[in-house]
């Protein structure tokens, strides 16, 4: 069983819809991410959350927008997506540090479809 | 800036076939290096890794050995199952030690019984 758990595995959204997707760690690290998977690119980093605070936007669309309320809870609020939005939206976390390694672990993924 | 390069896919082995899946880095500092999986419909799940020069990362009978000469970081198996089809995922720590990983584009393996 994963420490990472993603809510829901699976959405179909119109391009007018709002949705969100839902990630938490169990695993006490202090940093969440999510990535985008597609089938014609390679894993894409998008967010980047230490300590609650937003380190990284990987130049991504403003129709994404994260949220981390807290160090174990990530989101992604998604609204007017494009059909080319449809892919495997996986987050991740990780305990930042010199000594920590940096791993990162998955959850096992949302997959979106917008049509 | 950090790069990792790994062999395109697919590759198709037998059972009991000898795996090797090639993989390369750039980068400056001394990063992590840590093989992924994914099995079908699933996330990624960590393989293996390696933090420093000569470490050698091991699990379910893979391997692969942080060789910072040749700047490679070679996946190896010597008896694949069918259970092993899955993509691969070759990756390095990025050096703003935010813990963000730069991954390789992915090599999918095909073991037919």
């Known amino acids: 069983e994963t420490g990472v758990t993603q809510t829901p595995r699976h959405l179909v959204m119109g391009m007018t819809n709002k949705k969100s997707l839902k990630c938490e760690q169990h695993l006490g690290h202090n940093a969440m991410y999510w990535y985008k998977q597609s089938a014609k690119k390679p894993l894409e980093l998008m967010f980047v959350?230490?300590?609650?605070?937003?380190?990284e936007n990987n130049s991504v669309p403003s129709r994404f927008s994260p949220e981390c309320p807290n160090s174990s809870h990530l989101f992604l609020h998604l609204h007017t997506l494009q059909p080319e939005d449809s892919a495997l939206y996986l987050c991740a976390s990780s305990q930042t540090g010199e000594s920590s390694g940096n791993t990162i672990y998955f959850g096992e993924g949302s997959w979106l479809t917008v049509v | 800036g950090n790069s990792v390069t790994q062999m395109e896919g697919p590759v198709t082995l037998s059972e009991e076939a000898f795996l090797t899946i090639n993989c390369t880095y750039t980068?400056?500092?001394?990063?992590?290096l840590f093989w992924y999986v994914q099995y079908p419909g699933e996330g990624l799940q960590l393989l293996l890794k390696a933090t420093k020069a000569d470490d050698k990362g091991s699990n379910k009978g893979f391997e692969a050995t942080y060789r910072k000469e040749t700047t490679s970081f070679h996946l190896e198996k010597g008896s694949v199952q069918v259970s092993d089809s899955a993509v691969y995922f070759c990756?390095?720590?990025?050096?703003?030690?935010?813990?963000?990983?730069?991954f390789g584009k992915g090599t999918k393996l095909s073991v037919k019984p």
């Open positions: 990756a390095l720590s990025g050096v703003r030690s935010q813990g963000n990983l730069i």
């Open positions: 959350y230490n300590f609650k605070e937003q380190t």
């Open positions: 980068a400056t500092g001394y990063p992590s």
